[in-house]
């Protein structure tokens, strides 16, 4: 592995944007790439566009063509992809492989969402699955995988809510982030429950946001200065065997695996790591899954200070969903925006101390207790 | 209080399930069960029954995967309720005993704060909330503490 680059990435302020459209946030952020990078549109031979909402909350389709049309790229192909969460980073892994395929030198992707809409509820994984006739909806699958992970290994309210603490702090430094203000443990834990035992600060907000990456072969990037490796791009989906374990989560633990494999590294390698805190139980297993610890003791590392800026192994820097927000289509790519910042020493007050490599995790949708997709990026400067 | 006989009432009884093909309703007033599938080749079982066994590609019989089980997780969901639901509403993993098979289900609306993982549960069936054409539907839940002989809480 390691036949591409990051050339360039750019990203807007994640939050509530009513004013704006999603083709004047894609194209704004995917300006803001080329720019970071350096590169002419004429340069690009393949654009991915990725947003897991638009067609159903927005009624439009195929936006990809319209938004790499307002910076210049038309001709080359283009593809609108939807992967849930992991649609940008699904976006990353596919011009990554055509990349390391030889088939394009340069290549774009953009991901955009507009979540902020009236009337918008819950997210769940598809109207017509039964499941969501059921009354799933994308908080109470993980308030399950909380409610068993305190049966299992003892864990408290206080320990998963610590994880809001740390990443709504880190989103402070973050000028990109939705929420700016700190929040403490009593405001987390007495913000109104979502479904038991997750309170509205254990949830991310849904937000509106684009970021975009360009990547390059390892040809082009010798050219350039500010590159940045790219030594694994995973995309796997769950096997949805029953019965499904929600506290070892199958498909992370494999993931996570063919990520460390395909880069050739461990966790011991990872100086910074950005991954899917989508609540704050997901960030406590995604601990676990990555081999940051053992299984169970996901929930003391966040309360001992591990996983923050400054600790052992800081985990979402950035803010992460919780903090930063999460504009579903967007996500995975300002996942790899965050690590491309510091791995190149631009985090500013946020800043990991001499981190060369990083690591992007990102889950999306649910199917049987599992995930259906996942994605690791392992980057090196 | 005999709250799983509650769907019978005349008008229930029009009422459809949520969704076709994963319940078995016995017309006498008997135990409902949950109705899955099993592949007569590979011997797995599925909830709901799915076109063809994902195995083995051959065809799926119908057959019942329980009534009876344990929670496995639960959630109390205490913001809007989706689908005309009741706010707020439980749901949660059961570990079926005739199957073994985890599945995800309604747990009774009126006992939302009564589930704790472990507990012995059984299915019944009642109106609650809307299907996705907006009409009024039957679908089945978990009651905890399982009720006893006769079906009487």
């Known amino acids: 592995m390691g036949a591409a680059c990051v050339a360039g990435v750019g990203l807007i302020p994640f939050g509530k944007h009513v004013e704006r459209t999603l083709v004047d946030m894609g194209s704004e952020a995917a300006y803001r790439a080329l720019q970071d990078a350096g590169i002419e549109p004429s340069r690009v031979g393949l654009g991915v566009f990725a947003c897991a909402a638009a067609p159903r909350l927005l009624g439009e389709v195929t936006s990809g063509q319209n938004i790499f049309w307002e910076v210049g790229i038309n001709r080359i192909p283009i593809v609108n992809v939807e992967n849930a969460c992991t649609s940008g980073s699904t976006g990353f892994v596919l011009a990554y492989n055509a990349i390391a395929a030889g088939q394009v030198d340069v290549a774009i992707v953009v991901g955009a969402e507009k979540l902020c809409i009236p009337g918008v509820g819950l997210l769940n994984s598809g109207e017509t699955e039964l499941d969501t006739q059921m009354g799933m909806v994308t908080p109470a699958g993980f308030a399950m995988r909380a409610t068993r992970y305190i049966h299992e290994f003892g864990a408290s309210a206080a320990q998963l809510a610590s994880v809001a603490v740390k990443n709504r702090a880190h989103a402070v430094l973050n000028p990109y982030a939705h929420f700016r203000e700190a929040v403490t443990l009593e405001e987390v834990l007495s913000s109104p429950t979502v479904a038991d035992p997750l309170t509205r600060m254990q949830c991310c907000p849904m937000s509106d946001g684009a970021a975009a990456v360009v990547l390059c072969s390892q040809e082009e990037a010798r050219r350039r200065r500010r590159t940045v490796g790219v030594k694994a791009a995973i995309l796997c989906t769950g096997s949805y065997d029953n019965p499904a374990d929600l506290d070892r989560w199958e498909t992370d633990y494999r993931g996570c695996n063919q990520g460390y494999e395909a880069a050739g590294i461990g966790p011991e390698d990872l100086h910074v790591v950005e991954c899917h805190d989508a609540f704050t139980i997901a960030e406590i297993l995604h601990y676990e899954a990555l081999g940051l610890c053992g299984p169970g003791e996901g929930a003391n590392l966040a309360v001992r200070g591990e996983t923050r800026l400054g600790g052992r192994i800081p985990v979402n820097v950035s803010g992460g969903l919780i903090g930063r927000g999460h504009p579903p289509g967007a996500t995975g790519l300002a996942q790899v925006h965050e690590i491309v910042t510091q791995l190149r020493g631009e985090g500013g007050a946020r800043q990991v101390r001499n981190a060369k490599v990083g690591l992007a995790h990102c889950m999306g949708g649910d199917k049987d207790g599992d995930t259906k997709s996942f994605t690791a990026i392992v980057l090196a400067s | ?153």
Request: glycine share 14%; aromatic share 8%.
């Open chain 2, 1 to 153: 209080m005999t709250r799983e006989v509650e769907w019978k009432s005349a008008e229930d009884e029009k009422l459809p399930i949520v969704m076709p093909g994963i319940l078995d309703i016995p017309g006498d007033g008997g135990q409902p069960s949950l109705l899955g599938g099993s592949c007569p080749s590979c011997g797995v079982r599925y909830f709901p029954r799915p076109p063809r066994c994902r195995r083995c590609l051959g065809p799926v019989e119908e057959s019942s995967v329980g009534a009876e089980g344990t929670v496995y997780s639960f959630t109390v969901i205490r913001t809007r309720a989706p689908l005309g639901l009741p706010e707020p509403y439980a749901i949660g993993y059961v570990d079926l005993k005739e199957s073994g098979l985890r599945v995800f289900c309604l747990l009774d609306p009126q006992a939302v704060e009564e589930f704790r993982i472990g507990v012995p549960v059984r299915l019944a069936v009642g109106a609650l909330g809307h299907n996705v054409h907006g009409s009024s539907c039957l679908r089945p839940y978990f009651m905890a503490p399982a009720p006893g002989p006769g079906g009487v809480a």
